[in-house]
């Protein structure tokens, strides 16, 4: 186990830092929101692969808390892993995207209390312990109501060739940076603090929960008139 905890520790090392360059390109940048926007195709992909691992993730973590042995634990902690290496590649072909369109990053008051309030949270799960039923709550309401919203955002990638302004998914843009920063603390954390490693994969759920949320009443309307 000492391995693949020092894998997936690696991995949550390199998220963070991925997130937090990603972040400091949007953050009040119009101009690198606007790429983003207009990268539907990227987008697609990056649904498509994040998702089914994290599926994946949930259906071996279920099993596991069913029937704890070594071949579900393994199960899950490879799953993990394999998350780990679609969410580097996520923010790995965002980071080469701005450096690809001669964006820089920059420092703002918005990234310094991002990283503020994550050691506040930090801190907080460290005194509060996170229980896997929790863990278990959140996914699955994270998989329950990620099911209609696939559907809305799914039909916008069918239609955006036909759209000529693309719907404004700033917000959403700025929330998965942040949902991969909460995922990159909870994968650097595994060998230190357990109930920092729950809180923050359980609060990484329920953030891709409401991101997934934001970006259906963004696109919903779109995709009313057009349906």
Do not use: C
Not at 6 to 33: D, P, Y
Not at 58 to 81: A, F, H, P, Q, V
């Amino acid at each position: 186990m000492e391995l693949y905890g020092m894998i997936m520790q690696f991995q949550g090392v390199v998220l963070t830092f991925l997130a937090l360059l990603n972040l400091s390109f949007v953050l009040g940048n119009r101009e690198a929101i606007d790429i983003l926007n207009a990268k539907i195709g990227l987008a697609r992909i990056h649904a498509v692969v994040i998702f089914s691992s994290i599926f994946m993730v949930y259906t071996t973590g279920i099993l596991t808390l069913l029937n704890k042995n070594e071949i579900t634990l393994g199960l899950m902690i490879i799953s993990s892993i394999i998350l780990g290496v679609f969410l580097l590649y996520m923010e790995g072909t965002v980071s080469w995207t701005m450096f690809k369109e001669m964006q820089r990053p920059r420092i703002s008051r918005d990234l310094l209390n991002i990283i503020f309030y994550t050691a506040i949270l930090w801190l907080f799960f460290e005194r509060v312990d996170v229980g896997w039923l929790w863990v278990s709550i959140a996914s699955t309401i994270f998989l329950f109501l990620a099911i209609p919203y696939m559907k809305s955002l799914w039909f916008y990638f069918r239609i955006s060739s036909y759209i000529i302004e693309p719907v404004d998914l700033s917000y959403s843009i700025i929330s998965i940076r942040i949902f991969s920063l909460l995922m990159g603390v909870h994968l650097a954390s595994i060998e230190m603090y357990m109930s920092v490693f729950r809180g923050f994969i359980a609060l990484s759920y329920l953030m891709l929960t409401y991101t997934l949320y934001v970006a259906h009443r963004e696109m919903k309307e779109v995709v009313r008139m057009l349906h």
